[in-house]
Each structure stands twice: as structure tokens, then as C-alpha cells.
């Protein structure tokens, strides 16, 4: 599956972001999602994850309570709704698909098989 990732840009601390990742094809419902994000220097870490219908979420503890992950799966689309942004969050953000990856296991990167190509969040302070 392709992903396509857009939405970043230049945000003042506090401010708020929405991130989207289309995956276009008719497949889209039967894989789990997720954000990662990768700032300069620094490994890939993870943001937040869904499950193919939804029904279950997870998030980063630097981000709970902060960002929102959705999905709308008639559109073929995964969300990131990042409020109250702060300097810290600044980084690229990938979003990646996984058809068999388990509930445990959804921070690891390994194991999701497709990635966006990434867009650029930059938070001022």
C-alpha cells in the first residue's frame, strides 16, 4: 500500500496541527495505522497507532492528551490532530501501515511494512 502523508508546516508553540495520510486502494480497513516521528539527531520514536476498524488506540506518553489519531476508512485516510504543540515536537512525522502487526507490539517500527514519505512539523518558540 502507498502511503501519502501532508499537513505539516511552521506552527508557533501552543498552536495546533492536522496531519493526514491517504492510503489509496480498497484494502485501507484491514490495516492498523500509525504515526511515527523522527527529529533531527534522534531514532524514529513512536506517536500514536489505530486499529483497522478504530475501536483501539494508543499513543506516546509525550503526547497523550495532546494528539489525536482517527481514521476514516471510507475516505481511506488516518488523522493526527496535534494540539498544544511545543518546540519538542518538532521532527519529521511518518505515518506507516501494518496488516499483521499485534496489539503489543504497535510502537515498534519493525513492525509495520509500509511508510509514508514524511512530512515536516516545526514548532517555534
Known amino acids: 500500500v502507498q502511503l501519502q502523508a501532508s499537513g505539516g508546516g511552521l506552527v508557533q508553540a501552543g498552536g495546533s496541527l492536522r496531519l493526514s495520510c491517504l492510503a489509496p486502494g480498497r484494502t485501507f480497513s484491514t490495516y492498523d495505522m500509525a504515526w511515527f516521528r523522527q527529529a533531527p539527531g534522534k531514532e524514529r520514536e513512536f506517536v500514536a497507532a489505530i486499529s483497522s476498524r478504530g475501536g483501539h488506540t494508543s499513543y506516546a506518553g509525550s503526547v497523550k492528551g495532546r494528539f489525536t489519531i482517527s481514521r476514516d476508512n471510507a475516505k481511506n485516510t488516518v488523522y493526527l490532530q496535534m494540539n498544544s504543540l511545543q518546540p519538542e515536537d518538532t521532527a519529521v512525522y511518518y505515518c506507516?501501515?501494518?496488516?499483521?502487526?499485534?496489539?503489543?507490539?504497535?510502537?515498534?517500527?519493525?513492525?509495520?511494512?509500509?511508510w509514508g514519505q514524511g512530512t515536516l512539523v516545526t514548532v517555534s518558540s
Open positions: 506507516a501501515a501494518s496488516r499483521t502487526i499485534i496489539s503489543s507490539n504497535r510502537s515498534n517500527p519493525q513492525g509495520y511494512s509500509f
